[in-house]
């Protein structure tokens, strides 16, 4: 398994933008999938997006596909999520996960290792 560390939530208003990191502390990465979930309150984790070990292979969930991106950069260990024109419903716990099958998934049952996560907040 590989430790991952989220940082870079925050508080922001709506239509604004936040950067989230993922670092993987057990390096090197190049062999993962990664993935970010969210979790709002009263409600059940949610897959947000994926990187496949390549990095060319991207999914996105259809309620923020246009909005956030998931690059990676295997030389710093690390995976991110930026989000642009962030709206009040993505409001979340945001978590990093890795893949040791290299796929990438919608799926949490597909990852194998998981961040402690980093609060989003959005306000109107």
């Known amino acids: 398994q590989v430790q991952l560390i989220e940082s870079g939530g925050g508080l922001v208003q709506t239509g604004g933008s936040l950067r989230l990191s993922c670092a993987a502390a057990s390096g090197p990465i190049y062999r993962y999938a990664f993935g970010w979930f969210r979790q709002a309150p009263g409600k059940g984790r949610e897959f947000v997006a994926a990187i496949d070990r390549s990095g060319a292979g991207t999914i996105y969930a259809n309620s923020v596909n246009g909005r956030f991106a998931i690059p990676r950069d295997n030389p710093t260990n690390m995976v991110y999520l930026k989000m642009d024109s962030l709206r009040t419903e993505d409001t979340a716990v945001y978590y990093c996960?890795?893949?040791?099958?290299?796929?990438?998934?919608?799926?949490?049952?597909?990852?194998?290792?998981w961040g402690a996560g980093t609060q989003v907040t959005v306000s109107s």
């Open positions: 996960a890795a893949d040791n099958r290299g796929l990438g998934s919608r799926s949490q049952g597909s990852y194998d290792s």
